[in-house]
Structure formats: C-alpha cells, structure tokens
C-alpha cells in the first residue's frame, strides 16, 4: 500500500488507495468507520441528467446487498426506447466512483450507476454504456487511449451587488471581491475534488452581465485529462454539485449557452489527447504527431452531426456566431480561438521558465500534456454521448487513408474573424445553425456513430426526432429584434 500520498477523495484518504481500487468490503469499512446511514446511487439517465435512487441502511447484511446487487428501476421512465410492457432494468454501482455526499444532513455515500437488462448485460442504450463501448472500439481501431477533460463554464445569477462593480466582458481572471463568486467557486472546486473530479484549476471567466435588479458573473472550472468515461462523470458530478451550492447561497447557477445576446456565452470545451503505455502520444520530435492529425481528421469530418450531441437546445446556436470566440467554420488552427479545433499551447519549449524565474533552479523535465481542443460544445451538451460521439469521430479519423491530407485542407494560420481574412470564411464548411440542421447532420452521418454498434439506431432515432421537435430553423432571423421573446427563450432553457 502507498504511504503518505495526497488524495482529495475522503473515501481514498481513509483507505489510503486510489479510488479505482475501491472494493465493496473498503465502502462497508468506511461506511461503519465514519458512521454513514445513507447510500445514494446516481446515474446519468437517456436526457443526460443525473437521477438518484436513496437507501437507509438498515444493517449490514442489507448493506452488503444494495452494493452486490444493485436495485431495480423503472426503465421506461427513465428511456424513452424502453416499452412500458417490460420495463425493469438492473443499477448496479461502480464502486471506484463512490464519494461522500456534500450536502445531505444524513450522513451519505454516493455511487455511480450502471444499467444492466433483466438478463444481466449492460443496456445498450445508457448513455455511459454508449461511451464505453465508443472508447472499446476506438482502441480496437487506434491502438491509443482516448483521454479528455471539459472546460466547464458558467454563470452565476444574483441579484445586483454595487459595490466593487466588474466591467462588461472585462471578468476574466478578475479577482475577489471584484469576483463576486470566488468563494462558491473554490467551494465547489473543493467538492468536487473530494467526490473525485481531478481538477487543473478555476478562475472568473470574460463574461460579466448588469441588469437593471440583477448581475452575471461568468465562472470556469478545468479538469485534467482521465479517460473518457471518467471525464463525463466527472462534469457530470461537477455540475450537479454546482447546482446544489448554488442553491445553498441562493444563487442560481446556469451552465446555458446563451443567457444574454452579445454577450459571452458558455461553452463546453473538451480537451482531448491520445495516450499509449500511459504516456500522451499528441507530439513527436516537438511537433504534432500524425495520430494527433488523424484525431483532428476525424473531428473536422463530423463536426456538424457532433451538434446533435453537443449544442442541443436552440440558445445553442445563438452562441456559435462570430466574434464571440465560438466557432461557426469548420477549421483547426494552432492557439486560434475562432477555430472549431484549437491546438493549445504546449510546454515542449517552456522547460526554462522555472529557471529565469527562480535562480539556481534545476530544469524540470516536462512530460509532453499537449491536446486537442474542441470547441463548439456547450453544457446542453449529453455528457457521455458527446464523449462517446468525439470518440467515434476520432476512429473515423483513423479509418481514413487520407486523414492527414484531409486535416491539412482545413488547417488555417489566420484569426478568420478579421476583416482583412473574411474571404477565408466563405471557403470553409459552416457548422449547422439550428438544432433542425444539426439533426439533419446526424441522420446523414448516423452510420458513422452506429458503426460497430456503438450508438444504437434507437438513440439515435430519439436524438433526431428530439431536436427536429424545437423547428428552430431560421429562429434567430425570426427573433431578431424581439427583445421580450428572447428573453423567454432564455428563461425557458436556463437550467438546459
């Protein structure tokens, strides 16, 4: 067993092992040790959101029994591809997610769920199933493993505050007590870290809006890469508990992608590397490797079908204009923020800045963190079926003989925003603009997402008739102006 390492997560810290170690007899000797009465299952249902089943421990013996063999839940509420007639689905918990409830006055332990069919197999159509199988195979074709993290962006609503004002779209990297939010913040963050988010950092974000009783601090909180699957339920988990600290200091917290025009919105960024024998695999002689370029291929090809997994309620598309540091064209770039695929700036040259800052300091020797930055998504986005959509995109990339040709024709080296470029922009692909298109996307590219039985016809099926059942096309042209029905809009997918 390790000695003396730092672990965030209560659970691990008490066992003093990593949580993907965690046993069910290590949750019972926490259980008893710290005198918990309650066990929460959580788990991400077909609309995305985290449900929760709740247990009070009874004794042991039915301890041991809710964590062997799970529960039975009503899987037609919970899946709409689920009849009615034969309805019942397994939760099973993944021990390695379990953490200490936050909030509850009783004293609780939350796990994260599985759902498996009445004969034992995992259900098909669960959207972290989805995701596992997209990562199973994505290894299969790639031989890598496929990493990512969020950008997990929000705002926090209260009601207006005079003193220290921030000014508008002058938030970011503000600090207390011209950032109003830093406490709840750094309160969350410490939450999330002990239910066992791995988090790189936080900090106020550009957007900062003033209403006439009410003002919009813009927040962001960034994870570091894990696999896939463990990304989701990490933004997942990170967003409910967000929410519920928001509502704690009565504030509300919106993870939407457009709560005021022309202003910043939120996105979900997603950060994405290739991992080989645990070490990131994006970089080769100092440059972009040609497994990194494939990822990229595989994102450009699908970007606009990727919408149906990302961008999923119509204040989606009143975000990805231009000069708002969305993307609207299909493109990647090295540090260029107007590009839909953004190679962020790396450390392969950076190993001596510790030195001119510390005199007398030896020179680190810096592992290669380099990724690949997605950035058309925003927290509508269904967690796991935009992983699990990236992941299948980024196959597609390896399957192509010519990916790498394919990624150099939409390689751009110019902010494609700027007056002096513009003509660049009527050359490039355009993502879709409505969730209409964006389901016209996914029906013309469902095979790509399906192949190799990763998302089942099913799901895809609900996607589509989901997002064509907005008729939003042409709804920004139609708004345009209308100040009281955008403002309802906005109110009516606040809370996504």
Sequence with gaps: MSQNKIHANKIAAFLNKEHGDFTRPDLVKYIKAHGIKMVNFRYAAGDGRLKTLNFIINDEKYLDRILSAGERVDGSSLFKSVDAGSSDLYVM????TAFVNPFSQVPALDILCSFYTPDGKPFAGAPAEVLRRSEAEFKKVSGYDFHALGELEYYVISPRNPLYPTGTQKGYHESYPFSKWEGLRTEAMAAIAEAGGRIKYGHSEVGFIRAEDSEMAQQE????????????????????????????????????????????????????????????????????????????????????????????????????????????NVCWAYRNRSALVRIPLGWVRAAGMVQDANPGSSAPDLESAQTVEFRSADGSANLHFLMAGLCAAARRGFERRDALAFADKYFVDKNIYHKEHAGLMGKLPKLPTSCRASAEALEKARGMFEARGVFPPQVIDGIITRLK????????????????????????????
Excluded at 93 to 96: A, K, L, Q, T
């Design 469 to 496: 059942a907005y008729n939003d096309r042409g709804l920004s042209e139609r708004l345009y102006g209308k100040e009281e029905e955008i403002k309802n809009l906005v109110e009516e997918y606040l809370y996504c």
């Design 93 to 96: 918990p993944r021990y390695r």
């Design 221 to 328: 909180i960034e994870f570091l890469p894990v696999p896939a699957s463990e990304a989701a339920d990490q933004l997942a988990v990170a967003k409910w508990i967000l929410s519920g600290i928001g509502s704690r200091h009565g504030v509300v917290i919106s993870f939407a992608p457009k709560i005021s025009i022309g202003h910043a919105g939120s996105g979900l960024h997603v950060h994405t590397c290739l991992i080989k024998n645990g070490r990131n695999a994006m970089l080769e002689k100092g440059e972009l490797s040609a497994p990194a370029r494939k990822l990229i291929a595989g994102f450009l090809e699908l970007a606009s079908p990727l919408t149906a997994f990302g961008n999923t309620v119509p204040t989606s598309y009143f975000r990805l204009v231009p000069h708002q540091e969305a993307p609207i």
